[in-house]
């Protein structure tokens, strides 16, 4: 679940982004803290190796192997990677944004398929209404407002968007 800081970024002064960032319950740093120790005593450790356990011959080895990583580094640009990542990440969205019910198409198509008045017109009707309430309670799952407009089906009763078959 997401965490709302509307609240903050109104009410708030020009320390307000600060305060944001240091904030714990939707902080990057609680995804990342344990890596960055484990990287900080890394480096820590190889630093002081470096520093104080190897002699000058060693030291010129390390640094040796340190240039030989780096120009492999250079071999395979950034941006490279970077595109695939935003591709990933972007085809996760568009999967998401499929999978909302949108319900005008199948609207449009039950017009079509289901002519007449009377009985047929109480079946779209009832067809459209229920997909309406599936959009409504996929969106109740999503977001916060819809979860407090529509928190259990017997709301959507209440508010109409649910109802029994025509006669």
């Known amino acids: 679940m997401t965490v709302q800081y509307n609240q903050d970024v109104l009410t708030g002064g020009p320390v307000v982004f600060l305060r944001l960032l240091l904030r714990w319950r939707g902080c990057v740093l609680k995804l990342i803290y ?15 190796v470096y520093r104080f356990a190897l002699n000058a011959e060693q030291q010129r080895a390390f640094e040796s192997v340190i240039l030989y990583v780096a120009n492999f580094q250079r071999m395979i640009p950034i941006s490279f990677i970077l595109g695939f990542y935003v591709q990933l990440v972007f085809n996760r969205f568009w999967e998401q944004f499929n999978s909302v019910p949108w319900v005008f198409n199948a609207c449009i198509a039950i017009t079509a398929t289901i002519p007449g008045d009377g009985r047929a017109q ?20 999503l977001h916060v407002a819809a979860r407090k407009r529509f928190p259990t089906t ?9 109802l029994r078959l025509c006669n």
């Open 122 to 141: 109480c079946i779209r009707r009832t067809c459209i209404r229920y997909m309406n309430a599936s959009l409504i309670i996929a969106s109740s799952r």
């Open 154 to 162: 017997q709301h959507l009763v209440q508010a109409g968007k649910l």
């Open 34 to 48: 344990v890596d960055l120790i484990v990287f900080l005593v890394a480096y820590t450790v190889l630093s002081l």
